[in-house]
């Protein structure tokens, strides 16, 4: 039985609208206790957290120890949250770009002390090499698995997820599990990580991961109603002032 879900929902200082939604979305079907909280790339690094260095090339950034583009600030942070557990109980990832449509208690019934990571296993091919605001968009192993993650932190295997790991290996071993063996990683609905242009059937959990109505290129997608009505319920930025005027 969980008291109590930590969440962490990753923070760009570009998308602080989206964190917003996905925050009060989340609350706002919440049947159990939680606790969100921003994953923040710079408050990481002033805790010394967090120490992988980048650099700009072509107007991406490119992480310099595999030399690869990423596209969020919480690219490499999300790995850290069963460190910033203390390797206790279950913990909830999610990028900033969902919206919840579903009482996140709801996963707590899936948690299956077995396996030290609980994912949504789709098979996401990107229709295009660019998504969001012109950012590169990659394509790797296990690709959108890791954009939602119900971590088992006290699992024995996430020992090896520790922070001198997640600031020494390559993203392609972050992001493609490759601390675990195949039979730790467990499965979700898919409804938890429905992607917006991609999946079927009715969403848990919206993931606007090629864009969301937070950008005024994608204010034609799926559930953007609900999600500039969420934007506006909180007042979100000029979001609001714009649905308002």
């Keep these: 039985m969980v008291d109590l879900l930590p969440v962490y929902i990753g923070w760009d200082s570009r998308e602080d609208d989206a964190w917003q ?10 049947s159990c206790a939680v606790h969100i909280q921003p994953l923040m790339e710079r408050e990481l690094r002033f805790a010394g ?21 990423f596209s969020t600030e919480f690219s490499f942070t999300r790995f850290l949250v069963p460190a910033l557990c203390q390797w206790r109980g279950w913990a909830l990832f999610a990028d900033c770009d969902f919206l919840f449509r579903a009482d996140v208690a709801r996963l707590l019934e899936c948690a299956d002390d077995r396996y030290a990571v609980m994912v949504c296993k789709q098979r996401y091919e990107p229709k295009s090499d660019v998504k969001m605001d012109g950012q590169s968009q990659q394509r790797y192993f296990r690709k959108n698995w890791s954009s939602f993650l119900l971590f088992n932190c006290a699992h024995p295997s996430n020992l090896m997820l520790s922070v001198d790991a997640v600031n020494r290996e390559h993203g392609s071993w ?33 993931h606007y991961t090629q864009g969301g109505p937070w950008f005024r290129n994608y204010r034609h997608v799926k559930y953007a109603d609900e999600w500039l009505a969420e934007a506006r319920r909180i007042g979100v930025g000029d979001i609001a002032t714009e649905i308002a005027a």
Excluded: C, M
């Excluded at 939604?21 to 706002?28: D, E, G, N, T, Y």
């Excluded at 957290?49 to 583009?69: F, I």
């Design 174 to 206: 972050l992001h493609g599990f490759g601390w675990l063996p195949d039979g730790q990683i467990g499965s979700l609905p898919p409804a938890w990580n429905w992607i917006e242009g991609t999946s079927e059937g009715e969403p848990l959990a919206v």
């Design 49 to 69: 957290l967090y120490r992988r260095h980048w650099e700009a090339k072509d107007g991406h950034k490119h992480d310099r120890l595999d030399g690869k583009p």
């Design 21 to 30: 939604v996905a925050r009060s979305s989340l609350l706002k079907h919440a």
